[in-house]
């Protein structure tokens, strides 16, 4: 491995930093309809490096308010902040998770069974596909029928108890596949349910209409003790116990577990320790879909060939961001205009949508994956990357053409939110033979339709409308010289608003689900290297979890106590806003 440099400063002090935020300000004075003009003579140049065309994926950054030059700025910078050797640690188990000293190794959970990543003197390969293996064998006992209930009946029902990492990659992988014609008729006469809020109506909306008989129920947690999962799961069991009167040896046939732990899941739901599916610590719950944590469901959902073949295209992904030149390298370029325009020219925001219904779960998990890989304070030297915009942006989106009809105007109009924009040739529907001939014309007919407003909002986007076009649409219309001053404001669109297009050949399928979550990984990766920022660990998250569990043990006092008058002590410690509001809520939440 290359040896890197051990610079303490920020990146933003580096030189190749400096040089592009000195080259973003002149950039700042070119508009998109003028670099993507035929009558700019860079202008095919340009074109032809800022387009990646791999194996049936073509990457369209001509739309990102940048030049040539630009990217030659980018890729210095690149170099300069050793990307290309922190890759390879990732890749080679080095523990680049400083601050909890561990390995990063998600891509290890989708590596050939040939590979070998030694972490402490063990080949986690082999340990990844030895849980493969165990959930191959497994699902295909559940589907069968082999495996039954407790009372004899076979399971067609799956409810996985998990939340944040633990749930929304799976989530999405299930959306994205329902869809598929192999994996929709391989889940035929099945459900697989997903409960992850602490809102009882989670609870009630999980269970709705199933039979206990023949459900069977995932514990989704690495250490077992996540509060939320922990009491969802309490409350899974109760159902189950509810129905078999009391009899706690039906726990065995419809409770497993996917966790690092591997004895709480026996104490606490009477798993049979057989029936627990390890991941390990160097894996992020926001990185884990690829193991147990997805496998595991999704396969007793769409059998295990199906997510398979999800693995081996997040793992074509992962050599592809491993091996490929950066200037051709579809991660690294995004993430590298995730940190032009976050850092140089300062866009906060960035939406992804996806012009694919099946990915309508995609912005959200992307959205945990990068706003809690990222959003950090500090870099790992404890240099104030946020004050300096070297941090990740906001992350939100919805599937096209829904948003065109939802915050579109903002984009369009309002503030400038940088966009990456997903789509398919084709759409899944079209291989299922489930769908007649004339009808699978009009699902054409309407892809068709689905794709031409993907690439007018690009050229929307970048291009604008300008006083001068609006007028002559106005004067067309015999519309009165004031109607016309009045309204021309109103109609113009700025432009120079960048956007990134991934167009995939085909349709969304298995393989190119695993593509699109391996490649967003390494997006979110990527510019967590180039800033310097602990991508890996989430100690944001600690301190409203640790205020939570003092409230409730408050608020459980303050309900207890049967002076009236005594309540509010129970509530001192907090402040005056607090107590009130607590004491509001301890008063009207006893049932009447």
């Known amino acids: ?38 009558s700019n003579k860079n202008c095919q140049e340009r074109n032809d490096a800022l387009t990646i ?20 700025g980018l890729l210095k910078l690149a170099e300069a902040c050793n990307l290309k050797s922190k890759i390879d640690a990732m890749f080679n188990g080095d523990k680049i998770n ?47 029928g082999e495996w039954k209930g407790f009372s004899g009946k076979a399971i067609s029902n799956v409810i996985s108890i998990g939340i944040g990492g ?25 459900q697989l349910r997903f409960y992850a809020n602490i809102d009882p109506i989670g609870f009630a909306r999980a269970t709705a209409n199933l039979d206990p008989e023949t459900t069977l129920c995932i514990v989704v947690s690495k250490t077992f003790t996540t509060r939320e999962t922990m009491m969802n799961a309490q409350c899974i069991r109760e159902w189950l116990l509810s129905h078999y009167n009391g009899d706690e040896k039906c726990l065995t046939n419809h409770f497993i577990a996917a966790s690092a732990n591997p004895t709480l899941p026996v104490q606490t739901f009477g798993v049979d320790k057989d029936n627990i599916f390890e991941f390990w610590d160097w894996v992020g719950g926001r990185y884990s879909v690829s193991s147990a944590v997805g496998i595991l469901p999704l396969s007793l959902h769409y059998g295990y060939e199906v997510m398979a073949d999800f693995l081996r295209g997040a793992n074509a992904m992962d050599e592809h961001f491993r091996s490929a030149p950066f200037a051709s390298n579809i991660p690294v370029m995004l993430g590298l205009f995730g940190v032009w325009n976050t850092s140089l020219l300062g866009y906060k925001t960035r939406a992804l949508i996806p012009y694919c219904e099946a990915l309508s779960r995609l912005p959200a998990h992307i959205q945990q994956l990068d706003m809690e890989s990222n959003g950090k304070r500090i870099d790992l030297n404890g ?20 948003a065109q009809h939802s915050f579109f105007q903002l984009i369009h109009q309002g503030r400038v939110i940088p966009v990456d924009f997903v789509a398919f040739c084709q759409s899944q529907l079209m291989a299922d033979d489930v769908f007649n001939a004339k009808l699978k014309l009009l699902i054409q007919n309407n892809h068709d339709e689905l794709m031409s407003n993907f690439f007018a ?51 969304l399928d298995a393989f190119k689900t695993g593509q699109i979550l391996s490649l967003f990984e390494h997006r979110t990766v990527t510019q967590g290297f180039v800033w310097n920022v602990g991508s890996f660990d ?45 004491e509001h809520y301890c008063k009207k939440s006893v049932a009447q």
């Open 457 to 507: 909002q690009c050229d929307a986007l970048a291009l604008g409308k300008t006083a001068e076009e609006v007028r002559k649409e106005l004067e067309a219309k015999n519309m009165s010289k004031e109607e016309i001053d009045f309204l021309v404001p109103h109609k113009v669109f700025s432009g120079d608003r960048p956007s990134s297009l991934l167009l995939f050949d085909g349709a």
């Open 383 to 402: 240099n104030a990357a946020l004050e300096h915009d070297c941090s990740g942006e906001i992350d939100f989106g919805e599937p096209g053409t829904n």
């Open 1 to 38: 491995m290359a040896e890197q440099k051990t610079d303490t400063k920020g990146v933003w002090e580096c030189k190749e930093f400096q040089e592009l935020s000195k080259q973003s300000e002149a950039v700042r004075d070119l508009h998109l309809r003028d670099l993507l003009s035929s």
């Open 53 to 72: 065309k791999t194996d049936g994926l073509l990457l369209d950054c001509t739309r990102q308010k940048a030049t040539t030059d630009t990217l030659n």
């Open 98 to 144: 400083k601050t909890e000293k561990r390995s990063v190794l998600h891509i290890a959970l989708r590596a050939k069974a040939t590979d070998k990543i030694v972490v402490d003197n063990v080949n986690v390969v082999e340990s990844v596909h030895a849980v493969l293996q165990k959930i191959e064998k497994f699902s295909a006992k559940v589907r069968s």
């Open 538 to 582: 989430q100690w944001g998250v600690e301190l409203g979890k640790m205020l939570g569990k003092t409230i409730r043990s408050q608020m459980d006092a303050c309900k207890a106590e049967k002076n009236e008058k005594d309540k509010s002590q129970h509530l001192a410690q907090f402040n005056g806003s607090t107590q009130a509001i607590l």
């Open 166 to 190: 633990s749930y929304l990659g799976a989530e999405f992988v299930f959306e994205a596949l329902k869809t598929d014609p192999t994996a929709r008729k391989n889940a035929d006469g099945r």
